[in-house]
Every structure is written in structure tokens, then in C-alpha cells.
């Protein structure tokens, strides 16, 4: 077995050298991520090593120490602060082209646009310099690049680099697909987000936010909308983690949340052997799946919402150390079938002095990765303050509406022709549409709500209040 992994290396390594589209450190890097996929050096989880992390670990948000009040020393804390969004997924799942990122959230504006106005807003308000880095992928950089000329004028330093390219392998022969003449987009893929660390040190941006002083980088998805630094929801107060990480000298900090029956398969946070570590569930024995996916022992979920210190950052890349836990993720291109290798910035988690978690409030985590969840941010259920995305206090539910939309409303386009306005729903438990169904505007849905077009198309009429109803035609209405 060893030789055949050897043999198998080799012939990689020999047909990647091969390469020209792609860096050296990129083709080092890909090697080196095969390398220890074939060694098989991945640990398995000793279940009953595992412990749960004391609030010294997972740090409750309320027992933070209230971050200075002083305007001054508040701009003093931030100018140390760099925000790094991840921005290399495509809307495709969403029907669109291009960037996630550039997807209409709310009153017109993108992802972007709320993301910009926000550290504007912040800028302006504190005088200091946070900049906003966005980490694209081959398939976004092109589109990014255009969209951020629009921001040209705006009171932000916006920097751009790209992650790394690496070749998908051929599961057959395991040779890199670009060798067998496929050159285009189908023969590469992006490594997953866990490859922020090397690509923002081989980009050279890390050396270049370590000389303007920056101390911390604040890492979220793009399409998180909850992902925020100035506003507490509770109160307009900045934020206090970054004082807290800063004065602890926590190298690592991972913002968790309580979990509920929608996110069973989040990572979680763990003490094992002495460290904080992440477990996700594809490292679960098959026996304790089920035991993992409760809401009893496993409390609480990665939102990779992520606070790193960047001189930790250049000292573990220099040295190799970031052996984060690989993702094989096997995928089929024109009939063929291949192998990408990618890993998550959460699993670096590990590596890092002084590591915590802090459990957050639910309103840090807001993705939208579907129609329904842009069902929820286009409603009455939120409101908009400076580019902030912020929940409507006249409901009193903590928990947001669950929605299933039918394949119908799956494409952005087809969702938002579907809905001449978007329903009010504050007092909304559930909601399950499912065929031809079209609304009208001013549509108010309470409690709960299943809506189903059993034969043609069903309109619901403008003005109509839906409470508790089960409608299968228009009869019901």
C-alpha cells in the first residue's frame, strides 16, 4: 500500500511540475495537501477522550468585559482590526451567474454593498482605518474586480487576493485532470476556505497589514449577514470580543451558537486532549452520529464567524503547522470522475495559543444560502440601519420562521417573480409552499402555514391574512 501511495505521488508530482498555470507555492501546496491524504495521517477521535469546554474555553458573550467607551481608544482598538470576507462561492444554486456575493439581498442592495456600507459606516464613525479584504476564488476574481470599481470613492481601503487553484485529480489513474487536455474552469477547483491562511501570506497581504499594524483579522462568509463588527443587537455598543482577544492575547477565536434542529450537522467545539479542537460530523463514528446530532450534548455550532491574530497566522505558515483535518470531496466532470481535497479554516482552530470559542447570540449567524432564507431577510422581519441587517423587535419568537419553498421558488429570479411583495411574516411559525403558487402583494402569514397548488396554478390574492391554515385550492382561501 505504501508503494502504490508513493508511486501514485510521484507521477502527481511529476505531472503537476508540468503545470504553467498555476504558481510554484500553489503546486507545493496542492502536494503537500496530497501528500498527507495518501499517508492516511488523519487521527481518529477517541469518543470517549472527548470533553465539554468550560466557559473558560467557550466563553458565554455576556460575561465579556464591556469594551472602552472612549471614542478615542475605541478608534485605537479598531485600527488594529482587518474584515476578511470569503468570497469565492457562486450563486449557483441559486440560479445566478457569477459572485454569491452580488445577489440582491434587501431594498436593492448586494451582500457587497451591505458589507461595504457597513465598515463605512464604522470608519466614519470611529475615524478609524479598517480595511476590507475579500478572499475570491478563480471563478469570482474576474466579476469581483469589476464590481469593487465601484467603490472607488468610498471611505474604505478595499483589497482583493485570490486563493489557491489546484487541479482536480483523476480518480482512475490519479492524475491531474488539466494534464488530459482539460485547461478550462471544469479541470480546477478551489481548496475550501481553510486555505485564507497560505493564500493571504502568498499574496502578500499579510505582510503588508502587519506593517500598517494590524493585529487581528475578523474571517466570515460573505452571504452571513449576521457576520458583523460594530453592532451589538441588544444595543448600539461596539463590539467587545475584539477587546476581549486582544487583552487575553488569544491567538484564535471561534464565534459559536446555541443549535437548534436546523443545524444538527454543524461543527462543533470540543476539549480533547487538553486543547480546543473542532468536530465535524464526517469525523463522527458511524455508532455516535445520532449522539452528535443532539441538542443536548452538543449545545452549540460553528458559524465560522472566525477572529485570528496575523502574526500567529505568518508564524504557523512559515512553519507548516496548519495540518488542518481533510475534506475529500469526490465529484464527477463530463463523465469522468475525480477527487478534490480541501479543508476549513474552523479545523485550524487547534493549532493556535490560547484558543477559544465564544457562544454569540442566533443574530450573528444569518445565512442565506436559498430562496427561503432571502424570504427572511426580505421581510418585515428585519429592517435596514446602515447597511445592518437588524431583526424586528415586535417579534417576540426568538427563533426565525422555518420556510420550505417547492423547486418552484428555487431560482432567485423565479422566487422574486412569484411574490408581488414579500408577505409579512413577524408572526409566522412555519411555512411549506409547494407547487404553481403565486402571491399577491400585502399577503400577511401567522402560525402555520402550508400552502400546496394540487392542480394548476393558485393564487393567493392581495391583502390575504393566512393564520394557522392548510390550503390546497382556492376554496380554502
Given at each position: 500500500?505504501?508503494v502504490?501511495?508513493?508511486?501514485?505521488?510521484?507521477?502527481?508530482?511529476?505531472?503537476?511540475?508540468?503545470l504553467?498555470?498555476?504558481?510554484?507555492n500553489?503546486?507545493?501546496?496542492?502536494?503537500?495537501l496530497?501528500?498527507?491524504?495518501?499517508?492516511?495521517?488523519a487521527?481518529?477521535?477517541?469518543?470517549?477522550k472527548?470533553?465539554?469546554?468550560?466557559?473558560?474555553?467557550?466563553?458565554?458573550?455576556?460575561?465579556?468585559?464591556?469594551?472602552?467607551?472612549?471614542?478615542?481608544?475605541?478608534?485605537?482598538?479598531?485600527?488594529k482590526?482587518v474584515?476578511l470576507k470569503?468570497?469565492?462561492?457562486?450563486g449557483?444554486?441559486?440560479?445566478?451567474?457569477?459572485?454569491?456575493?452580488?445577489?440582491?439581498?434587501?431594498?436593492?442592495?448586494?451582500?457587497?454593498d451591505?458589507?461595504?456600507?457597513?465598515?463605512?459606516?464604522?470608519?466614519?464613525?470611529?475615524g478609524?482605518?479598517?480595511?476590507?479584504?475579500?478572499?475570491?476564488?478563480?471563478?469570482?476574481?474576474?466579476?469581483?474586480?469589476?464590481?469593487?470599481?465601484?467603490?472607488?470613492?468610498?471611505n474604505?481601503?478595499?483589497?482583493?487576493?485570490?486563493?489557491?487553484?489546484?487541479?482536480?485529480?483523476?480518480?482512475?489513474?490519479?492524475?491531474?485532470?488539466?494534464?488530459?487536455?482539460?485547461t478550462?474552469?471544469?479541470?480546477?477547483y478551489?481548496?475550501?476556505?481553510?486555505?485564507?491562511?497560505?493564500s493571504l501570506?502568498?499574496?502578500?497581504?499579510?505582510?503588508t497589514?502587519?506593517?500598517?499594524?494590524?493585529?487581528y483579522v475578523?474571517?466570515?462568509n460573505?452571504?452571513?449577514?449576521g457576520?458583523?463588527?460594530?453592532?451589538?443587537?441588544?444595543?448600539l455598543?461596539?463590539?467587545?470580543?475584539?477587546?476581549?482577544?486582544?487583552h487575553?492575547?488569544?491567538?484564535?477565536?471561534?464565534?459559536?451558537?446555541?443549535?437548534?434542529?436546523?443545524?444538527v450537522?454543524?461543527?462543533?467545539l470540543?476539549?480533547?486532549e487538553?486543547r480546543v479542537?473542532?468536530?465535524?460530523?464526517?469525523?463522527?463514528?458511524?455508532?455516535?452520529?445520532?449522539?452528535?446530532?443532539?441538542?443536548e450534548?452538543?449545545?452549540?455550532?460553528?458559524?465560522?464567524?472566525?477572529?485570528?491574530?496575523l502574526?500567529a497566522?505568518?508564524?504557523?505558515?512559515?512553519?507548516?503547522?496548519?495540518?488542518?483535518?481533510?475534506?475529500?470531496?469526490?465529484?464527477?466532470?463530463?463523465g469522468?470522475k475525480v477527487l478534490?481535497?480541501?479543508?476549513?479554516?474552523?479545523?485550524?482552530?487547534?493549532?493556535?495559543?490560547?484558543?477559544?470559542?465564544?457562544?454569540?447570540?442566533?443574530?450573528?449567524?444569518?445565512?442565506?444560502?436559498a430562496?427561503?432564507?432571502?424570504l427572511?431577510?426580505?421581510?418585515d422581519?428585519?429592517?435596514?440601519?446602515?447597511?445592518?441587517?437588524?431583526?424586528?423587535?415586535?417579534?417576540t419568537?426568538?427563533?426565525n420562521?422555518s420556510?420550505?419553498?417547492?423547486?418552484?421558488?428555487?431560482?432567485?429570479a423565479n422566487?422574486?417573480?412569484?411574490f408581488?411583495?414579500?408577505?409579512?411574516?413577524v408572526?409566522?411559525?412555519?411555512?411549506?409552499?409547494?407547487?404553481?403558487?403565486?402571491?399577491g402583494?400585502?399577503?400577511?402569514l401567522?402560525?402555520?402555514?402550508?400552502?400546496?397548488?394540487k392542480?394548476?396554478?393558485?393564487?393567493?390574492?392581495d391583502g390575504?391574512?393566512?393564520e394557522?391554515?392548510?390550503i390546497?385550492?382556492?376554496?380554502?382561501?
Amino acid at each position: 500500500m505504501a508503494v502504490a501511495a508513493d508511486v501514485k505521488l510521484e507521477g502527481l508530482r511529476a505531472a503537476t511540475d508540468k503545470l504553467d498555470q498555476i504558481s510554484e507555492n500553489e503546486k507545493s501546496g496542492f502536494i503537500s495537501l496530497v501528500s498527507r491524504y495518501l499517508s492516511g495521517e488523519a487521527e481518529q477521535i477517541e469518543w470517549s477522550k472527548i470533553q465539554t469546554p468550560t466557559d473558560e474555553v467557550v466563553v458565554p458573550y455576556d460575561t465579556l468585559s464591556a469594551a472602552p467607551e472612549d471614542l478615542n481608544e475605541t478608534k485605537k482598538l479598531l485600527d488594529k482590526l482587518v474584515v476578511l470576507k470569503l468570497n469565492g462561492g457562486l450563486g449557483t444554486t441559486m440560479g445566478c451567474t457569477g459572485p454569491k456575493s452580488v445577489i440582491e439581498v434587501r431594498n436593492g442592495f448586494t451582500f457587497l454593498d451591505l458589507i461595504v456600507i457597513q465598515i463605512e459606516s464604522l470608519n466614519k464613525k470611529y475615524g478609524c482605518n479598517v480595511p476590507l479584504l475579500l478572499m475570491n476564488s478563480f471563478n469570482t476574481h474576474d466579476d469581483t474586480q469589476k464590481i469593487v470599481e465601484k467603490y472607488s470613492n468610498s471611505n474604505i481601503e478595499i483589497h482583493t487576493f485570490n486563493q489557491s487553484q489546484y487541479p482536480r485529480i483523476v480518480t482512475e489513474d490519479f492524475l491531474p485532470l488539466p494534464s488530459k487536455g482539460k485547461t478550462g474552469k471544469d479541470g480546477w477547483y478551489p481548496p475550501g476556505h481553510g486555505d485564507v491562511f497560505p493564500s493571504l501570506n502568498n499574496s502578500g497581504k499579510l505582510d503588508t497589514l502587519l506593517a500598517q499594524g494590524k493585529e487581528y483579522v475578523f474571517v466570515a462568509n460573505s452571504d452571513n449577514l449576521g457576520a458583523i463588527v460594530d453592532i451589538k443587537f441588544e444595543s448600539l455598543t461596539i463590539t467587545e470580543i475584539l477587546n476581549h482577544l486582544i487583552h487575553n492575547q488569544n491567538e484564535y477565536c471561534m464565534e459559536v451558537t446555541p443549535k437548534t434542529l436546523a443545524d444538527v450537522k454543524g461543527g462543533t467545539l470540543i476539549s480533547y486532549e487538553g486543547r480546543v479542537q473542532l468536530l465535524e460530523i464526517a469525523q463522527v463514528p458511524d455508532e455516535h452520529v445520532n449522539e452528535f446530532k443532539s441538542i443536548e450534548k452538543f449545545k452549540i455550532f460553528n458559524t465560522n464567524n472566525l477572529w485570528v491574530n496575523l502574526k500567529a497566522i505568518k508564524r504557523l505558515v512559515e512553519a507548516e503547522a496548519l495540518k488542518m483535518e481533510i475534506i475529500p470531496n469526490p465529484k464527477e466532470v463530463d463523465g469522468v470522475k475525480v477527487l478534490q481535497l480541501e479543508t476549513a479554516a474552523g479545523a485550524a482552530i487547534r493549532f493556535f495559543e490560547k484558543a477559544i470559542g465564544i457562544n454569540v447570540p442566533r443574530s450573528r449567524f444569518l445565512p442565506v444560502k436559498a430562496t427561503s432564507d432571502l424570504l427572511l431577510v426580505q421581510s418585515d422581519l428585519y429592517t435596514l440601519v446602515d447597511g445592518f441587517v437588524i431583526r424586528n423587535p415586535a417579534r417576540t419568537n426568538p427563533s426565525n420562521p422555518s420556510i420550505e419553498l417547492g423547486p418552484e421558488f428555487k431560482k432567485v429570479a423565479n422566487f422574486l417573480a412569484r411574490f408581488k411583495s414579500i408577505p409579512s411574516i413577524v408572526e409566522l411559525d412555519t411555512l411549506k409552499v409547494s407547487g404553481d403558487v403565486w402571491f399577491g402583494s400585502g399577503v400577511t402569514l401567522k402560525g402555520k402555514v402550508t400552502i400546496t397548488a394540487k392542480s394548476g396554478k393558485l393564487e393567493i390574492p392581495d391583502g390575504a391574512v393566512l393564520e394557522n391554515k392548510d390550503i390546497n385550492g382556492p376554496e380554502d382561501l
